[in-house]
């Protein structure tokens, strides 16, 4: 498995970079076609309700056991397998299970405010009413930021996956060129994570397993000067789509955050447009700090696209609506698993269905 190959260095260990583009980088490119490596497997909840398209709910049913270990989904299958009456108490277990699992105070009170107000005009016959009004409703919050990636043809579309150390950027790097590959892109790798020991291999490794070119220098080269060589190589080959690693980084990191501005002036020199799109990773088990973080990455270097990895684990996966309410930001994809075929567009649908199902025979809560 990749993740044993390849230990992480603590945040302690980072260092800033401040290293000048080198004038001319010798890169190596892993084209290398030999055995591939042991790989694992805007709207308020006051407007017109957003339905949920249950024709095509069958194949997103799947989502549901990758979510099933998710503190959402166990809550809500708990929580109506226990609370089956109309009542005030179902209410407040469901404000309590939304805070606890990082929802937001912004999206829990428009959640219960919009319940409590059809509950007491009486709109609900049972409790699984207020369920499926409350699917409706997640799918309100979720809905607007259900946008996919979709890069253009005709240039090297410059997608640089960015965020704090261990999200599971690289490992998103693997699965996307995966993802592009098979659907016939011409797909190009930036090893720019200079920066954390074994970065460079992990992300070849990937290249590999995927049969794509990785530019790459040697740990301890300037990030800048690989990314730049790379989208020149990328441009020279007429490749569809070159995706660029970054080290982990703390926003408080001022060295390393300078690094990510430096990186989009030198990618501008050569496309004016590129980066094309800034992928923050974030680690779902993160919870609220997750906030933080795109706020300060959103800061310094524009995020147009958010990745949400590890939500097949332990996540509270709250955080998704939190996002959503604060920033309004595109989710392109979330992770649910470490195998590169892991890697799932957003469907708000999917992953409502995945949380709380319709059928609440399907219902994990103990
Ligand atoms: N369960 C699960 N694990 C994941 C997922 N995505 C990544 N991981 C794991 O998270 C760990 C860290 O992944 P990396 O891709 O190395 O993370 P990174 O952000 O590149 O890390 P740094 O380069 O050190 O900042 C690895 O063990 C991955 O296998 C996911 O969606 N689900
Ligand atoms: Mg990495």
């Excluded at 300037?222 to 995706?243: E, H």
């Excluded at 567009?345 to 949380?355: C, I, K, N, P, S």
Aim: proline share 4%.
């Amino acid at each position: 498995m990749l993740k044993k190959l390849f230990r992480k260095k603590s945040a302690a260990d980072l260092r800033p970079l401040h290293a000048d583009l080198a004038p001319s980088c010798e890169t190596s490119v892993a084209t290398d076609r030999q055995a591939l490596p042991d790989l694992p497997s805007g709207q308020t909840l006051d407007s017109e309700p957003v339905h949920l398209d249950t024709s095509s709910l069958a194949h997103r049913h799947t989502w549901h056991k990758r979510l099933a270990g998710n503190a959402l989904t166990r809550g809500f299958g708990s929580l109506f397998k226990h609370n089956p009456k109309l009542d005030e108490t179902l209410l407040e277990e469901l404000e309590t299970l939304l805070i606890t699992a990082d929802v937001g105070i912004q999206a829990t009170t428009e959640l219960l405010g919009d319940l409590r107000q059809r509950m007491l005009k009486r709109e609900f016959a049972d409790s699984t009413a207020l369920r499926m009004r409350l699917r409706t409703d997640l799918l309100a919050i979720l809905k607007p930021i259900e946008h996919p990636l979709q890069p253009e043809p005709g240039q090297p579309f410059v997608i640089l996956v960015v965020g704090v150390n261990g999200v599971g950027k690289t490992t998103t790097i693997g699965k996307l060129s995966h993802r592009f590959s098979t659907e016939g892109r011409q797909v190009m790798l930036a090893a720019g994570d200079t920066f954390r020991a074994a970065a460079v291999e992990q992300i070849q490794a990937w290249g590999k397993h995927n049969k794509v070119p990785v530019i790459a220098q040697d740990q301890g080269a300037d990030a800048a000067g690989v990314i730049y060589d790379a989208l020149q190589s990328a441009q020279a080959r007429k490749a569809d789509i070159l995706i660029a690693d970054t080290a982990g980084r703390l926003h408080t990191q001022a060295g390393l955050m300078d690094e990510l501005a430096k990186i989009r002036r030198v990618l501008g020199k050569l496309d004016t447009n590129a980066p094309h799109e800034v992928l923050m990773v974030i680690d779902g088990t993160t919870g609220q700090n997750a906030i933080n973080q795109v706020r300060q990455f959103n800061a310094m270097i524009g995020i147009t696209g958010l990745t949400i990895t590890k939500l097949d684990g332990t996540a509270k996966g709250g955080v998704v609506f939190a996002l959503a309410r604060e920033f309004g930001l595109p989710v392109r994809y979330i992770g649910l698993g470490e195998a590169s075929t892991d890697l799932r567009r957003f469907d708000a649908e999917a992953f409502v269905e995945g949380l709380l199902p319709m059928d609440s025979h399907t219902d994990l809560g103990s």
